[in-house]
């Protein structure tokens, strides 16, 4: 599968392509900039998941290609714990079009799994030689019907001080 998207930087048009491949519990994505607009890519970045036979991701890695060495270098890992509770987006009729990989990293938000995240574990910056580590604990409520009506994200981070999120969730028949 490939997508590719238009970009503006100063003025200047440059695109981005992206490919994915997957296979035996694995997700590959790879993307390519042409800053030029003359059709000419250069790698930028990649990323690896490992999922669970449901499809939820328990574990990605990221790199970023240096050109300085022309080599794919590990920018970061994260992990990811799940409950054994339906995701709301897997009752979605178009679940499977959200199964690609975003243009970050693999975010909660943009690659949802089958089950609900309980916990993730991120670690960047493993480039450097001066890695850091952000913590998030998910805590799930469940309505009366067991669907996940409230998460609450909380957030530990190396160097920042810890944040809280919440996400609200509606149901409505159609």
Request: no cysteine; net charge neutral.
């Given at each position: 599968m490939q997508d590719s998207s238009v970009y503006t930087n100063s003025g200047s048009p440059y695109y981005v392509v992206r490919n994915y491949s997957y296979g035996n519990n694995l997700i590959y994505g790879e993307q390519h900039s042409d800053l030029s607009g003359l059709g000419t890519t250069m790698p930028l970045q990649k990323d690896t998941a490992t999922t669970d036979s449901y499809g939820n991701i328990l574990l990605?890695?990221?790199?970023?290609?240096?050109?300085?060495?022309?080599?794919?270098?590990?920018?970061?890992?994260?992990?990811?714990?799940?409950?054994?509770?339906?995701?709301?987006?897997?009752?979605?009729?178009?679940?499977?079009?959200?199964?690609?990989?975003?243009?970050?990293?693999?975010?909660?938000?943009?690659?949802?799994?089958?089950?609900?995240?309980?916990?993730?574990?991120?670690?960047?910056?493993?480039?450097?030689?001066?890695?850091?580590?952000?913590?998030f604990t998910h805590i799930n409520v469940y309505n009366s019907k067991n669907q996940l009506s409230v998460v609450t994200i909380n957030g530990t981070y190396s160097s920042s001080t810890p944040d809280t999120s919440r996400l609200i969730f509606t149901y409505k028949s159609l």
């Open positions: 990605s890695k990221k790199y970023y290609y240096n050109t300085a060495t022309n080599n794919w270098e590990i920018t970061s890992t994260t992990s990811y714990t799940n409950d054994a509770k339906r995701s709301p987006f897997s009752l979605l009729s178009n679940f499977k079009t959200f199964r690609v990989f975003p243009s970050g990293e693999t975010f909660y938000y943009e690659m949802p799994g089958y089950y609900n995240i309980t916990s993730q574990t991120e670690t960047n910056s493993i480039e450097t030689g001066n890695p850091y580590t952000n913590s």
